[in-house]
């Protein structure tokens, strides 16, 4: 705790020295006054009571120019910015679970997502759930790469950068969307949200969505559908001049999934591109496995919460914000281990909890003191089957937690102005208890479950101290330059992989007294340190946001060996280092013709040299697996009157699939193009909009996701590749 005593002397002795100058200065320069007038599809973006940017938003008309995908997938929509790579094997957003992302090349489901600042994570895998929400409902996605304020409610952690969603809440006046799409693959996508604008006498505002999306897969047997979606938003004004808002969302897919390929069959690429898994039956359980019905996910997502604020006077304000989430989800897959088995995979997660904050404002600037609680119950289950048969074969995992999760997270910010210097710096304690868990074995005929001594886990406690810093400081009207910093991290996860090795060597781990504990007394959390300078050119025809980052990674996931029972398996015992620069910019060419322009230099490499089964493996300096050192986005926009046009092109460089460097995938270029005409005016309506998407143009083939742990050795990565040439085409009205 004498940290925190330290960082409280500094923010007091901040706020002192500021004390009535950010009013006295005649001299202020707000950068926000020069106005771009072409289409920014990117801002920087800061949080309420903030002064310093540290994140990128993307705006409503960013979203719309990311297309359809960009409707049901959080990540595609944010795929946009410079930092971020995103990789799916389908072109209609819908593959849940079967996409990757990395956040200057750290994996996504390492970060955190948050709707409204309140957090969105699960478990096996742990991280957001991307794919449970439709875009129409929110104004705009704000995300933050280094520093994460602290006032985000970022769940597991944040390692790998946090996403904002901001909720498109009810209008004051009525109003109805509707959408209908069509493409190749039979995909359907049809979207009405309507608005009740303000109810006669208690003003309050509804808006309810519906959405319902479908499509086949586009190779292999199978659909990635339907996707059932609907939500609701209240707005209720109160006497007091607050507002008290409720939203809630419901979200529901069926899908079948695609096959990953090995890194053999990636090298001939076009004699592989179109595998899939199989058809039918054909009672070889080793072919079974591969069976299209026997690989398909049933995922249903529950999520509800509320804004309460609670005005006390001009300079104080409490807002409440409980919530509520619940995940039943159900996957099976086939897998070639003990002589192949169809795997079931079960979700059951409940999460319940409350973010409370006191903003306050006085001359000086403002401060955020606040609390985020929350109680989680994940039960895990995973069954096995004879993919012959599909008699039942017992468990493949049964672990029940005697207790639920708990989180504990005070946070304070300060952000004030001395003329023409932004200041803020925020603090959060997160502190997680993870329960006891028992562990259960079951043998035939009956596989009566039967709690073992050595699959017991202890409760273990998780804490740290994540401070945030920023500054700002405006030269001109036109330039501004920045810096931040924070520490971020992430709670241990991949539980069910070391529960897996030991099931399936427990025999030898018994022998060597190695129990589960023993295991799971290696776990940790991975921390990050995250620094960032960069600078705002903006005039009245262009806009460059140049930012150079840096970062150091601690007590990473990594593979050991355990000579006592020759077998490895995870620990948080790596170390790496992260540096690059990235660039967001905006020209505008002519008053028609815009072009923006995003590219991105990422390294991320191991400190050392990995060890793996007594032999040392070649890491250190290499970049980490999945992570190209270079990638660019960019298009032109083109307006004439009612008719748009936007061509956008993405480079994704080289890269591996394993630690060592010896798998390497080739860098690719995509492109896409989308055309729309708007009819304004046009009858009863406001609007009326047909667009028209084109996605991976020139039909390239190409590798998408490496599905590897950043420390996966040769052979151990299976890839996915990416869709080809795909038409979609939406009508759509506002009214």
Excluded at 66 to 84: D, F, Q, T
Excluded at 376 to 400: C, E, H, L, W
Excluded at 520 to 538: K, L, Q
Excluded at 539 to 567: A, G, K, M
Aim: aromatic share 14%.
């Amino acid at each position: 705790m004498k940290f925190l005593q330290q960082f409280m002397v500094v923010c007091l002795v901040m706020s002192a020295l500021s004390a009535g100058a950010g009013e006295s200065d005649t001299d202020i320069m707000v950068l926000d006054d020069v106005v771009v007038t072409a289409t920014k599809l990117v801002t920087p973006t800061k949080q309420t009571n903030e002064t310093v940017y540290t994140g990128s938003e993307i705006t409503r008309e960013g979203l719309d120019a990311l297309g359809s995908k960009a409707a049901v997938s959080v990540y595609e929509a944010i795929n946009i910015l410079p930092g971020i790579s995103v990789e799916s094997i389908d072109p209609y957003g819908l593959a849940a679970e079967q996409k990757n992302i990395r956040v200057r090349g750290v994996r996504g489901f390492l970060g955190a997502m948050t709707v409204a600042g309140v957090p969105n994570y699960g478990g096996n895998p742990m991280g957001p759930r991307e794919y449970i929400y439709d875009m129409e409902n929110f104004d705009s996605i704000a995300v933050y790469k280094g520093a994460v304020p602290a006032d985000l409610g970022t769940g597991v952690g944040a390692r790998g950068g946090a996403v904002e969603l901001r909720p498109r809440w009810p209008e004051q006046k009525f109003g109805m969307n509707v959408s209908q799409g069509i493409g190749t693959g039979n995909y359907t996508r049809s979207f009405i949200r309507l608005g009740s604008g303000n109810l006669p006498r208690t003003r309050t505002g509804l808006s309810l969505s519906l959405s319902h999306t479908d499509a086949e897969k586009w190779k292999g047997p199978g659909d990635l559908g339907p996707r059932k979606n609907a939500n609701l938003m209240v707005r209720q004004p109160l006497p007091t001049g607050d507002e008290v808002k409720f939203w809630f969302n419901a979200n529901d897919l069926k899908q079948d999934l695609y096959r990953p390929l090995t890194y053999s069959e990636v090298t001939s690429l076009s004699r592989f591109y179109d595998q899939d898994y199989n058809t039918g039956l054909t009672g070889n359980k080793n072919e079974d496995i591969n069976y299209y019905r026997y690989n398909r996910g049933d995922y249903a997502n529950r999520d509800f919460l509320a804004e309460l604020p609670v005005t006390l006077s001009d300079k104080f304000r409490f807002m409440f914000k409980p919530y509520f989430t619940d995940e039943d989800t159900e996957i099976f897959q086939g897998s070639a281990s003990q002589g192949g088995i169809v795997i079931k995979r079960q979700r059951d997660i409940e999460r319940y909890g409350m973010i409370t904050r006191l903003d306050s404002h006085f001359s000086w600037g403002t401060a955020s003191l606040g609390y985020w609680a929350e109680v989680s119950d994940m039960v895990i289950r995973q069954q096995n089957y004879d993919p012959v048969t599909f008699a039942f074969k017992g468990y493949g995992m049964y672990m029940k937690s005697e207790d639920k999760g708990m989180v504990h997270s005070p946070f304070l910010k300060l952000a004030g102005s001395i003329g023409r210097f932004d200041w803020q710096a925020g603090l959060k304690y997160f502190h997680y208890t993870d329960p006891a868990g028992q562990g259960y074995v079951a043998s035939a005929p009956d596989y009566t479950l039967t709690a073992a001594s050595d699959l017991f886990r202890e409760e273990k406690t998780y804490e740290e101290i994540l401070p945030t810093l920023g500054a700002a400081f405006r030269l001109t009207h036109n330039l501004e330059l920045n810096a931040s910093y924070g520490r971020n991290q992430i709670r241990p996860y991949a539980y069910v992989p070391l529960v897996n090795i030991y099931n399936q060597n427990r025999a030898a781990f018994q022998a060597a007294g190695v129990t589960l504990n023993d295991m799971f007394s290696g776990y940790d959390m991975e921390i990050s340190d995250n620094f960032e300078v960069g600078a705002r050119f903006r005039y009245d025809r262009f806009e460059v946001v140049p930012t150079l980052f840096y970062s150091r990674h601690q007590n990473l996931l990594t593979t050991v060996y355990d000579p006592r029972v020759n077998q490895s398996y995870f620990q948080n015992v790596g170390d790496a280092t992260g540096y690059g620069v990235e660039i967001e910019s905006n020209f505008l060419i002519t008053d028609h013709l815009n072009l923006f322009f995003n590219p991105c230099y990422t390294a991320l490499t191991y400190d050392d040299d990995l060890v793996f089964q007594g032999a040392v493996r070649n890491t250190k300096d290499k970049q980490v697996l999945d992570t190209p050192e270079w990638t660019v986005k960019t298009g032109l926009i083109y307006t004439w009157k009612d008719f748009e046009v936007i061509p956008m092109v993405r480079y994704l460089g080289t890269r591996y699939g394993d630690a060592e460097h010896t798998e390497k995938i080739d860098d690719y270029v995509v492109a896409d193009l989308k055309m729309g005409y708007t009819f304004n005016n046009f009858s009863f309506l406001d609007k009326l909009k047909l667009s028209l998407e084109l996605t991976n143009l020139f039909d390239k083939e190409y590798v998408s996701v490496i599905n590897a742990m950043d420390d996966s050795r040769a052979g151990s990565t299976s890839y996915y590749v990416g869709a080809p040439f795909t038409a979609l085409m939406t009508v759509g009205f506002d009214f």
